[in-house]
């Protein structure tokens, strides 16, 4: 009666039987952990020394009180809490609890185990804050080996006889454990996989002489200046400019990486098209920098994907600065590292198919238009990277994307266009099931045809491989709107906001969305106004203008609709839209026909 999830491998949380987020704290999760790993009762003082070794053991023992309090307040609401708490030992309760570490499964279908290994050996385990050399690193360091072991096993084991699916997982398990020397010479692939693996790819260095054998392309990385926030000190400011340069500097000796030039870095913050820039210096990675007070927020971006790939907050106060800047120096490190060796395949795809990857590029930018001839050159740009290179993940899960953004907008309910954009989606999944996107757009189209609890499950995958990935959070929250929860919706939206600064508009649309639901007419109709282009929005401006007592304002956005689209039939529309709750469908319902639809 498994009734939790215990999540240790790229995060540290614990999940409901629904998928919700059981709020306990990250030390608990830590020892709810170790307790599974260990099978069996652990003391008291044993536990406290784990967590808390550099304190007093009276420290210990009161810090674990407290620590033990919370988190049964945390499951109360949830259900048995599965740590036991006796008089001098705690235990696991492991049928209430399923864990993404356990290796003991050999009932697992092939693929599904291969799958899970691959997740936990690329998410690292339990990468939070623990003190290096501690007993509880040297645990952890322990689990990591022996996830890393046997996923090397496993692909061993793999025959010659396996389908295109299980061949990009094994290609992906081979290329994360070649670095670290796992027997590299005895992995097995399968002989198509070996035959259709990609070639090594090389680029002209700049200035190269003729003739000679052209380097290795080595991923590229940008720390990007520091743009201050309003009111930032100015001495604080100079200190963080000259620390990233500092650290640019430092990260010179990496040999995984190339760093550009504070200079060329610089150039790559003001200018205004970046994709352009970015194919012209092959800079694959950009370490984008914002001074809040006395913090530093970061975060590392993969421009290919445009995909978040870790995030922080770094102290840069005066008595704080060098270990900011050291943290910095070894997240950064481990992280470009981790995601090289995880996207290694990919990034040698893009960087082979060059023409391919320019028009996903171009389609990309198209799409940040919520528009129909936008969406359209957009689709024709995705398809042209199709038909250069078999195989993009990236461009079928994006040209998925156009067919149900296109289904939105139109608002005719033309069920061709879903049933193509969920096709689209699973093809990307089977070219590439360790890419967050197709998951994505999966869950987004599944969310048209109906099936809310399938598009939060793929929604919820997706998180999972791409945690900090902005896109991935809004359609989270743009799913958990329609499943009638914009409470949770806001969370997700307000974070995807929080991970891009200049927001795209959609976030904006579906923000709007939630706060209608929530009866916060005012916001939602705030959100809608910060949109660049409005339109796409005009249905539900309409209605919270009408709820908010402003007819005019909606009899406006009425007419906007209609010149837009003349045959626009509301009772139609409502019929189509996937929303869980009748009653938020009649909420719906209320504000477009009082606005005068």
């Known amino acids: ?347 040698d795809h893009y960087l082979t198919h060059a023409d391919a990857y320019r028009h996903y590029l171009l389609g990309s930018q198209q799409m940040l238009h919520l528009s129909l001839p936008a969406i359209r050159k957009a689709r024709k740009h995705f398809r042209a990277a199709i038909s250069a290179t078999d195989g993009f993940a990236l461009a079928l899960s994006s040209l998925s994307r156009t067919l149900y953004v296109e289904w939105l907008l139109t608002a005719r309910g033309d069920p061709d266009l879903l049933a193509e954009a969920d096709r689209l989606a699973r093809q990307a999944i089977a070219v590439d099931p360790m890419q967050s996107a197709g998951y994505r757009e999966l869950g987004m189209t599944q969310i048209y045809l109906g099936d809310l609890d399938h598009s939060i499950e793929a929604l919820a995958h997706a998180e999972q491989l791409s945690p900090h990935h902005a896109d991935g959070l809004y359609s989270f929250g743009d799913t958990l709107v329609h499943a009638s929860r914009p409470q949770e919706a806001l969370v997700k939206l307000n974070s995807a906001m929080d991970h891009s600064p200049i927001v795209p508009d959609s976030y904006l649309w579906s923000a709007a969305g939630a706060n209608y639901f929530l009866g916060r007419y005012g916001e939602s109709i705030a959100l809608v106004n910060r949109m660049n282009d409005p339109s796409p929005a005009d249905r539900i401006a309409a209605a919270a203008y009408a709820m908010n007592g402003d007819l005019r304002q909606a009899r406006v956005r009425v007419r906007r609709v209609m010149e837009a689209n003349p045959s626009f039939d509301v009772l139609r529309w409502l019929d189509m839209v996937p929303v869980k709750d009748q009653a938020h469908l009649d909420h719906y319902r209320e504000g477009l026909l009082k606005a005068g639809f």
């Not at 030390?27 to 304190?55: E, K, T």
């Not at 990591?144 to 398990?173: F, H, I, N």
Request: aromatic share 6%; glycine share 6%; net charge neutral.
């Open 1 to 347: 009666m498994t009734v939790f999830t215990l999540a240790t491998t790229g995060t540290c949380r614990v999940f409901d039987a629904k998928g919700e987020t059981v709020r306990c704290p990250e030390l608990a999760i830590i020892l709810m952990a170790y307790l599974h790993d260990v099978g069996h009762p652990v003391s008291r003082r044993d536990a406290a020394s784990l967590l808390w070794p550099q304190v007093t053991p009276a420290a210990r023992l009161t810090n674990l009180r407290s620590l033990v309090r919370r988190t049964v307040q945390a499951f109360d609401e949830k259900g048995p809490c599965p740590l036991i708490v006796g008089n001098s030992t705690l235990t696991l309760d492991r049928a209430l609890m399923r864990v993404d570490f356990a290796v003991d499964d050999e009932g697992e279908p092939y693929v599904e185990r291969l799958r899970r290994l691959i997740a936990a050996v690329s998410g690292g385990f339990l990468r939070g804050d623990i003190e290096p050399s501690s007993p509880l690193w040297l645990w952890s360091r322990a689990v990591e080996r022996r996830l890393q072991g046997c996923l090397d096993s496993l692909v061993k084991q793999a025959d010659d006889r396996q389908d295109r699916q299980t061949e990009a997982l094994l290609r992906e398990a081979a290329v994360y454990l070649a670095p670290g020397g796992a027997h590299v010479s005895e992995v097995r692939l399968p002989a198509a996989a070996v035959r259709e693996a990609p070639k090594p790819f090389s680029i002209s260095a700049p200035g190269a002489v003729e003739g000679l054998e052209p380097h290795m392309a080595v991923p590229r990385i940008a720390l990007l200046p520091p743009v201050p926030a309003k009111g930032t000190s100015s001495i604080l400011f100079r200190l963080a400019s000259a620390m990233v340069e500092d650290v640019t500097i430092d990260l010179c000796q990496e040999r995984s990486f190339v760093v550009v030039s504070p200079y060329t870095a610089d150039k790559l913050r003001g200018e205004a098209n970046k994709a352009e820039f970015l194919q012209r210096h092959h800079v694959n990675y950009a370490l984008d920098t914002r001074l809040s007070g006395e913090t530093l927020l970061v975060q590392l971006i993969f421009y290919p994907t445009d995909e978040i790939i870790w995030a922080a907050r770094l102290p840069i106060d005066r008595d704080n600065l060098v270990i900011g800047r050291q943290k910095l120096i070894t997240d950064l490190c481990t992280n470009v590292t981790g995601h090289i060796l995880r996207s290694r395949a990919r990034h």
